[in-house]
C-alpha cells in the first residue's frame, strides 16, 4: 500500500502566484515525520521544510508553508508568491518508525512544477 | 564542508558484473540510507543503517547489500547486476535516527546493459 501519495503529477503556474502541491500519508503510528524536498533539473535534493506529527503550529520557511491536516492525513506545501527558480520536481516524504524504535524515511512520487513567467 | 560524498557519479555495467557504490559522510550522523530514482517513481528506500553493524532492508532491497563497518562509510553492493538497476542512487545520513532531514548526495548515475 503507499503510504504516501502526491496526485499532481505536473502544474503549470504564473510567477509571483501562489501554489499548493498536494501530499497524503497513511500511517497508523502516532509519532511521525513530514518532510517536503525540491530536486531542480541539476539533480540536487534540498531540504524544505519538516512537520512533526505532534507539532501543534503549521510549520514555515521563508516561503514555504506546510499545511498539516492530521484528521485528514495531508501535509500540503504551500509556496507563496513563487518564482521562476521555484521549476522543479517537489517530493512529500514521511519519517515512519522502523528497527529498534529508529526510523525510516519515504518518498512519495513527486510533482513536477513549472513557473510560466 | 564535503557532507555526503558519493562515488562514482557516473558507472555504465555489463549484466552480471558487480560493483560497489560509495558512500561517506563526515558529519558524524548515525543514520545512513540508500535511495534508487527512476522516471516517475520518486526515490525508493533500498536499505539503511542506525549505526555501525546495524543495517535494515527498506522498500526495495533484493539485488543490493550494504554494510557499516563505520559510522562515516555505507557502501552498495550489486552484486550482479541486472538492467532493471539502471537507476540514480542516492546516499543520505541523517544526525539522529529518529528525527532531523536527510543530507544527500549528489548521486550516482548507473547503467546495466
Known amino acids: 500500500a503507499q503510504k504516501i501519495t502526491q496526485t499532481q503529477p505536473g502544474m503549470f503556474v504564473q510567477e509571483k502566484e501562489a501554489v499548493t502541491l498536494d501530499c497524503t500519508y497513511d500511517?497508523?503510528?502516532?509519532?511521525?515525520?513530514l518532510f517536503w524536498y525540491k530536486q531542480p533539473s541539476s539533480g540536487e535534493m534540498i531540504f524544505l521544510i519538516y512537520?512533526?506529527?505532534?507539532?501543534?503550529q503549521n510549520a514555515t520557511e521563508g516561503r514555504y508553508s506546510l499545511n498539516f491536516q492530521k484528521a485528514r492525513k495531508s501535509a500540503n506545501l504551500v509556496i507563496s508568491a513563487s518564482q521562476l527558480g521555484d521549476s522543479a520536481m517537489y517530493f512529500c516524504?514521511?519519517?515512519?518508525?522502523?528497527?529498534?524504535?529508529?526510523?525510516?524515511?519515504?518518498f512519495g512520487s513527486g510533482t513536477r512544477l513549472s513557473i510560466r513567467p | 564542508n564535503a557532507g555526503v560524498t558519493q562515488t562514482p557519479k557516473f558507472q555504465v555495467l555489463k549484466t552480471g558484473q558487480s560493483m560497489t557504490l560509495q558512500c561517506a559522510q563526515d558529519?558524524?550522523?548515525?543514520?545512513m540510507s540508500w535511495y534508487r530514482q527512476d522516471p516517475g517513481m520518486g526515490l525508493r528506500l533500498i536499505h539503511y543503517?542506525?549505526?555501525?553493524?546495524?543495517?535494515d532492508q527498506g522498500e526495495v532491497p533484493n539485488g543490493y547489500n550494504v554494510s557499516r563497518s563505520t559510522t562515516e562509510d555505507f557502501p552498495l553492493r550489486l552484486l550482479s547486476a541486472a538492467p532493471s538497476q539502471t537507476s540514480v542512487y542516492f546516499c543520505?545520513?541523517?544526525?539522529?535516527?529518529?528525527?532531523?532531514?536527510?543530507?544527500f548526495g549528489e548521486g550516482s548515475r548507473l547503467t546495466v546493459l
Open positions: 516524504a514521511m519519517r515512519e518508525p522502523g528497527y529498534s524504535s529508529a526510523s525510516k524515511i519515504i
Open positions: 543503517s542506525v549505526g555501525a553493524g546495524i543495517t
Open positions: 558529519m558524524n550522523h548515525e543514520y
Open positions: 512537520q512533526g506529527s505532534y507539532d501543534q
Open positions: 543520505a545520513s541523517s544526525p539522529s535516527t529518529n528525527t532531523g532531514e536527510l543530507f
Open positions: 500511517t497508523s503510528d502516532p509519532s511521525y515525520g
